[in-house]
């Protein structure tokens, strides 16, 4: 009988090499499965919501495994906490329903992308998550790029290629927060295709800059391959804040449908959107 | 007819040797006047409201110097931010009156401590300036003892030695806030003698985790030397978030009462409390 544990991620992703396990790459799947499998004293295996590219943050990341014995939870947080590298946390781990997924019963992922618009650049505290706008943007065109985005579409013109992925995907949320200097972008999908929200940014900021007109986005959604005229924000700049899940009785039947319609998961561990 | 500017400048103190130029090393004030003096090609000295020691933040550091020639303000701020590192920033240069004195005419000075009460440390992307604060600590226990060091006193117990220098300050304001795991302190006093601020949030950290009672900060305002008794509190916590100065008709004053109190500048440049 195996316990199905569901832990809570954050990491600054700038000394990773991604969340996917690569050899002799330092990656946040190969920092995480190591310790644990330290702590632990058992091969852990991780499935993840959301696959982040190296140098992409996380506040909130999901993932899941399977252990042989259910193990003492508050020992087990105490004992990563002071394992892990101070650029990962695990910041709770919690026994999760042998129905949960981190990956395919997520029903959406939340993303922020964070820019300082002040003319000196970033805050120094802050310049590892986030980037200096220097020219100046209209952010009211932003948001009517931004919104013309939304719903249910063939992100192809926003997404690097990987076989057999699909790129339709349901944008629903892509908005702009103003705080001072600080520019936000929230961008939320059932679930996103590689590159896909640094792309997102990259040809908003296009609009904000009055580079191109906000009706240049739609002629984006009508192509059917990756566009070379969309410019791929910073990497470090974007965070996975967030990863919904249904409730405990609809997970099994989220599960089922996602997987229906999404590529099967690569073999062995590490795997995820 | 020398021209005074005000810079107010924020930096990340991880890889300085603190504010005060020392020879062969990186030093704030190192760095910030030798891209003053390439990009005004004149050479300048800086003199500052608060000289941080190694490790110290500023979100709200503010310094002077006095130029040959009036410069182009708006072209100025703009070269600096593209000839300066990322981990310091001038965020903002005025002309400022010729009684205006960055360190003599300040009238206090603000500084913030950040710890994580989170049991699995801090956020990773703000582990460069918040503490992770393991024990659990009783906050109303921490805000008496603060409360007991308002006023002026002698705080010879929280300050390193150094020649000449008074121990006599008012601590003006000393409190805790707490946000979800987030735990920050807020220090003000006219001004601050070496290693004050660390001292002071190490000492009431020992009546938080219970290692000292409340009582113990009142023993300490009595004693005449500094006290090994009180740990000096991690260098990247804290931050000097503000400077507060006197409107412009009162500066000269303000300038004579505390050079009157204060000692005497160290020769050179780089001069600040």
Redesign the interface.
């Known amino acids: 009988m195996t316990t199905r544990l569901r832990l809570d991620i ?3 992703g700038a000394e990773f090499r991604g969340w996917a396990n690569q050899p002799g790459l330092r990656t946040v799947c190969g920092v995480l499965e190591q310790a644990l499998s330290t702590v632990l004293r058992e091969p852990v295996q991780l499935t993840v919501a959301g696959r982040t590219d190296a140098g992409v ?1 996380a ?1 909130g990341q999901v993932a899941h495994c399977d252990l042989g014995d259910a193990p003492d939870l508050g020992k087990l ?2 004992r ?2 002071r394992f892990l590298p ?7 781990i919690a026994v999760a329903p042998p129905e949960f997924d981190a990956r395919f019963a997520a029903l959406r992922r939340h993303y922020i992308y964070r820019l300082s618009t ?8 802050e ?3 986030v980037v200096p706008q220097a020219k100046p943007v209209d952010v009211e065109a932003m948001r009517a790029a931004s919104a013309r985005l939304l719903g249910l579409h063939d992100f192809a013109a926003f997404c690097r290629f990987r076989e057999g992925a699909t790129t339709v995907r349901e944008l629903q949320r892509y908005d702009w927060a103003v705080d001072g200097d600080r520019l936000t972008a929230t961008v939320s999908a059932d679930a996103f295709c590689w590159s896909m929200v640094r792309s997102l940014v990259g040809a908003v900021l296009a609009v904000g800059e009055g580079r191109r007109p906000v009706e240049w986005v739609d002629r984006l959604l009508s192509e059917r391959t990756r566009s070379s005229a969309v410019l791929v924000a910073p990497a470090h700049g974007l ?1 996975l804040v967030a990863v919904d899940y249904p409730a405990d009785a609809d997970l099994a039947a989220r599960t089922a449908e996602t997987r229906a319609v999404r590529t099967a998961p690569p073999p062995g561990s590490c795997c995820g959107d």
Chains 1, 2 share one sequence.
Do not use: M
């Open positions: 954050a990491y600054d943050h506040e947080t105490h990563l906490a101070a650029d990962v946390r695990v910041t709770r002040a003319r000196h650049g970033a805050n120094p505290l310049r590892g998550y965070s």
